[in-house]
């Protein structure tokens, strides 16, 4: 008897495993295909009404778009989205219902047609659950806060003077193709620096050159705070942001800041606008490691360098040249290196020649100056067409040696 029960527990659990796998999923599938035809009246009913439901919805949320929108706040992307999915479910209700109406049938509600009324039943279940699923989605937030424009437009009037566009011209050029990353404009009171610094920022408008484009009045009672207040209203920042998260911020942008009526010199670094030669040249300092006669030849030999490139490559160079700090001929070495890095920096050739011709004389030994350019015509360094000229380059280029 325990033999023949265990038995049929077996045999039933797999006719229950067989049916819940196999039979019942085919009954529903064919089941629900088969009544489809006889469903048409109740999914396209039932389809309108959460259409319907829908659209409801959707109105509400261009009222709470509207209200937000008057406050300075900007629709989200997906309840965007939402509402045109919103109106193309809609839109497609109406068209099975159009179908459904305009199908052919006998006793005034009847159709006869099963193939017809198969195809409206199951687009009708189809949008109805579509619908469904759009319903449950949560909308309760609409609006954020947008971005700020990149730039903003300042009024400003066309003088109609040939300067006018000159200067323009000439500031542009400076800015894009430059590289140099600080341009000062000056002048007497009145003849027009905020008129040009105005058209200089509507000149970006629906330009990508700039990631975002900052114009600040300093005025003449200009502080750090005022310019930090300034930028962080106009990149919508917190207003408790200090000089770390504006310099941050820039820092992965590309930006131009434009200070309009500065009266005397601004520590832009404390207010978070780092020039773009200013970490470069700190890094370079830091590499001298304080040697004095180091730190004076390489100043004056980057001096005149406004491309970042130039500055990284001397870094990379100067990093080569490492040295251990307990080993003197080490240190002696390292100081020729940094000489070597000036006297690279010369003009050209003719100018490192003349230069080298200085070995000659003695330690701390004064140089003639007109000795040195007759040692420098003698060999044939300054060919030049008279005497008097070939003096004047030769006191030329001593200037620059100096």
Known sequence: FLVLLTGLQQWHMWLAYIVNTLITPIYHIVFKHVMYPFTASRNVKHLKEAAEGLIAKGNDVRYEIEIAERNGRTAKNEVRKWLENVNAIKSDEEAIRQVYDERCQVF????????????????????????????????SVVAIQPLPPSVREMPVSSSGLPSEEHNMQEAARCIRNSPVGMIGIWGLGGVGKTHLLKKINNSFLGD???????????????????????????????????????????????????????????????????????????????????????????????????????????????????????????????????????????????????????????????????????????????????????????????????
């Open 208 to 402: 990508s050159f700039f990631d975002v484009v900052i114009f600040v009045t300093a005025s003449k009672d200009c502080s750090v705070e005022k310019i930090q207040a300034e930028i962080v209203k106009k990149l919508s920042l917190r207003k408790e942001s200090q000089a770390n998260i504006i310099s941050d911020l820039l820092s992965r942008r590309s930006f131009l800041v434009l200070l309009d009526d500065l009266w005397e010199r601004l520590d832009l670094q404390a207010a978070g606008i780092t020039h773009p030669l200013g970490a470069l040249s700190r890094e370079l300092v830091k590499e001298l490691k304080g040697l004095p006669l180091a730190l004076i030849a390489t100043g004056k030999a980057m001096h005149p360098k406004k491309d970042p490139g130039e500055w990284e490559t001397a870094i990379r160079l100067l990093r080569r040249s490492g040295h251990d700090a307990d080993d003197p001929t080490s240190v002696e070495n390292t100081i020729y290196f940094k000489l070597k890095l000036s006297y690279d920096s010369l003009g050209n050739d003719t100018m490192r020649r003349c230069f080298l011709v200085c070995s000659p004389w003695p330690e701390d030994s004064p140089i003639a100056k007109d000795d040195l350019i007759q040692c420098w015509m003698g060999l044939g360094l300054l060919n030049k067409c008279d005497m008097q000229t070939s003096y004047s380059e030769g006191y030329n280029i001593i200037g620059h040696l100096q």
């Open 108 to 139: 005034g509600c009847i159709s006869l047609n099963c193939w017809s009324n198969y195809k409206i039943s199951k687009s009708a279940e189809k949008e109805l659950l579509k619908a469904q699923e759009y319903a449950k989605i949560d909308t």
